[in-house]
């Protein structure tokens, strides 16, 4: 793999998902026994030492627990820590199922740093995305107070969030981790494509080209594994609508670890700018550096509403 970072040397980079926590807070479900790697705590101080050498510069933090006691600890960790500063804003937790939307909103625009939420469906709730009626109150009130949704859906269920996204067309929301397709078996790829296709054409949804590596076979990926994927992502949704995520520390068990994915994302979408399906929007974006620009920094600093 060619390291090719040092062609950024003082670049900010973000890094529109990451996690820290402390597994005495954790849902039961999460890390199950078997994700050695991640049966321990990860702090503030392991993200530093994980981003040093990268050209990352600022972080958002993704919520990991379905509670708002982490909303509150991550806060208080971004702003009395003495390396908290590179948190630069916080997607919380709330419960789309919940009966008092306006006051848990207002709860959560209480926290400047909270910028929006996240509803992990699988695992937790049957058919989220399809139950429309139930959590369209929440979904209206995040709306009205600018906060956006991240939705980390599997393959299957890409035409249910495009469902919501059209139904909500003022509400900014962003695919987690590609929509996740089985890139080790391939064998969701096809209607996988055929919804991200799809979800692509709502103006309102954003693409998070992260987590990418967990998708693939942990012990024996490659950088190519990715291109197919990443590909059809960047030229599904445009330069100006993907973003990057690293989803440390839940990619160390893909064998990797921080610097060597940011790596592997760059080569990708590198890789992938003169491509005959991108020229016209590489050379809209200012060229290579501005379409890279876009895709590792400002494209999430202006969908979260940050600046780093």
């Known amino acids: 793999m060619s390291s090719q970072l040092h062609k950024f040397e003082g670049a900010s980079f973000l890094d529109t998902h990451f996690h820290i926590w402390d ?5 039961p479900v999460f890390p199950t026994p078997d994700m050695v790697r991640l049966t321990r705590d990860y702090t503030i101080e392991d993200l530093m030492e994980a981003i040093r050498c990268t050209p990352i510069k600022g972080a958002i933090h993704v919520q990991v627990t379905h509670t708002k006691k982490e909303n509150k600890w991550i806060a208080n960790i971004a702003k009395n820590h003495p390396v908290g500063a590179v948190i630069k804003g916080i997607v919380a937790w709330m419960d789309l199922f919940t009966e008092t939307p306006e ?40 709306c009205k107070a600018g906060l ?11 035409e249910a969030a495009y469902n919501i996204a059209k139904r909500n067309p003022e509400l900014r929301i962003v695919i987690d981790h590609i929509g996740r397709p089985n890139i080790k ?8 494509k055929i919804n991200i296709t799809k979800l692509s054409k709502l103006p309102n949804v954003y693409c998070k080209v992260s987590g990418m590596v967990t998708q ?9 594994d990715m291109l197919d994927a990443a590909r059809h992502c960047v030229v599904s949704f445009g330069i100006n609508r993907c973003m990057f995520g690293s989803n440390w520390p839940v990619m160390l068990l893909a064998d990797t670890d921080y ?3 940011t790596e592997m994302m760059f080569d990708v979408v590198t890789s992938m700018l003169d491509d005959e399906a991108l020229v016209g929007d590489v050379e809209s974006s200012g060229g290579h550096s501005k379409a890279i620009d876009k895709i590792f920094r400002e494209n999430g600093c202006r969908f979260y509403g940050i600046k780093i």
């Not at 709860?107 to 009626?133: F, H, T």
């Not at 078996?185 to 996988?192: L, M, Q, R, S, V």
């Open 23 to 27: 597994l005495k807070h954790c849902d």
């Open 148 to 158: 956006t949704l991240d939705l980390p859906c599997v393959a299957g269920e890409l």
């Open 185 to 192: 078996t391939g064998e969701d790829i096809p209607e996988w």
């Open 259 to 261: 610097r060597k994915d």
């Open 103 to 142: 006051s848990d909103v207002s709860e959560l625009k209480a926290e400047p740093l909270v910028v929006g939420i996240r509803y992990i469906l699988s695992g937790y709730r049957d058919n989220v995305l399809e139950q429309a009626e139930a959590i369209q109150p929440a979904l209206s009130a995040l």
């Open 216 to 224: 693939a076979d942990w012990s024996n990926w490659k950088t190519s």
